[in-house]
T-cell receptor
Framework: NAGVTQTPKFQVLKTGQSMTLQCAQDMNHEYMSWYRQDPGMGLRLIHYSVGAGITDQGEVPNGYNVSRSTTEDFPLRLLSAAPSQTSVYFCASRLRRTSTDTQYFGPGTRLTVL | GENVEQHPSTLSVQEGDSAVIKCTYSDSASNYFPWYKQELGKRPQLIIDIRSNVGEKKDQRIAVTLNKTAKHFSLHITETQPEDSAVYFC????????????FGTGTQLKVEL
C-alpha cells in the first residue's frame, strides 16, 4: 500500500490564484481530513469527510472547499489564494469514522502565497 | 468543541535523562488520546495512544498516562536519545459528531549530547 499520498509537494501561488491540493489513500479508509500546520499553532482541522459524498467543516474552513466523490480521493480547493493561506497542508485518513482508529498522515504540501 | 493545551512549548534535556510533556483537554466526553512525533520536514507519525478506559500505557521507552478526572494526559520518554529530538503533538478525539481529532500546539524536544 502507498498509504496516504499528496501532490504537489511544493507550490507557489500569487494572490487570487486558485489551485487544488490532491490527496489519495489506498487503504479503503472511510474518514479523511485536511489540516494546516503553522508555526506555534499545531495542526488545525480545515475540513473532513466521514465517507464518500459526505463532508463537513473543521476549525478553519474559510477559503477552502472540499468534495469526496470517491472513497480514495479527497481534494482541497483554494478558490482565491491569500497570503494568510501560506502553510503546510497535511491530508490524513483513518479506517472508520470511529474516533479510536489510528489516523495516518500524508507527506504534506508546502504552499506559499505571494 | 474540544480544546487541547500542551506544555511546555520547548524542552531541552541531556541524553539519558527523562522528558515529560503534559496536555489538558476540555471535553470530558473525549475518549482517545494519541501522541504524534514529527521530525523536521516530515509528516506526523503516531508513537503511542491511550483510550479513556485505560490509565497508563507503555511501549519500551515511552509511556502515556491519563487522568480523566483532571482531564490531563502526559507523555513520558525515558533514557532519551538524540534521535528523540523532534516536535511532539498530543491530541484528543471527540465522541459523536465528526469524531474530530484536535491537536495541541506541539513541544519541540531537543536531546543534547
Amino acid at each position: 500500500n502507498a498509504g496516504v499520498t499528496q501532490t504537489p509537494k511544493f507550490q507557489v501561488l500569487k494572490t487570487g490564484q486558485s489551485m487544488t491540493l490532491q490527496c489519495a489513500q489506498d487503504m479503503n479508509h472511510e474518514y479523511m481530513s485536511w489540516y494546516r500546520q503553522d508555526p506555534g499553532m499545531g495542526l488545525r482541522l480545515i475540513h473532513y469527510s466521514v465517507g464518500a459524498g459526505i463532508t463537513d467543516q473543521g476549525e478553519v474552513p474559510n477559503g477552502y472547499n472540499v468534495s469526496r466523490s470517491t472513497t480514495e480521493d479527497f481534494p482541497l480547493r483554494l478558490l482565491s489564494a491569500a497570503p494568510s493561506q501560506t502553510s503546510v497542508y497535511f491530508c490524513a485518513s483513518r479506517l472508520r469514522r470511529t474516533s479510536t482508529d489510528t489516523q495516518y498522515f500524508g507527506p504534506g504540501t508546502r504552499l506559499t502565497v505571494l | 468543541g474540544e480544546n487541547v493545551e500542551q506544555h511546555p512549548s520547548t524542552l531541552s534535556v541531556q541524553e539519558g535523562d527523562s522528558a515529560v510533556i503534559k496536555c489538558t483537554y476540555s471535553d470530558s466526553a473525549s475518549n482517545y488520546f494519541p501522541w504524534y512525533k514529527q521530525e523536521l520536514g516530515k509528516r506526523p507519525q503516531l508513537i503511542i495512544d491511550i483510550r479513556s478506559n485505560v490509565g497508563e500505557k507503555k511501549d519500551q521507552r515511552i509511556a502515556v498516562t491519563l487522568n480523566k478526572t483532571a482531564k490531563h494526559f502526559s507523555l513520558h520518554i525515558t533514557e532519551t536519545q538524540p534521535e528523540d529530538s523532534a516536535v511532539y503533538f498530543c491530541a484528543a478525539s471527540e465522541t459523536g459528531g465528526g469524531n474530530k481529532l484536535t491537536f495541541g500546539t506541539g513541544t519541540q524536544l531537543k536531546v543534547e549530547l
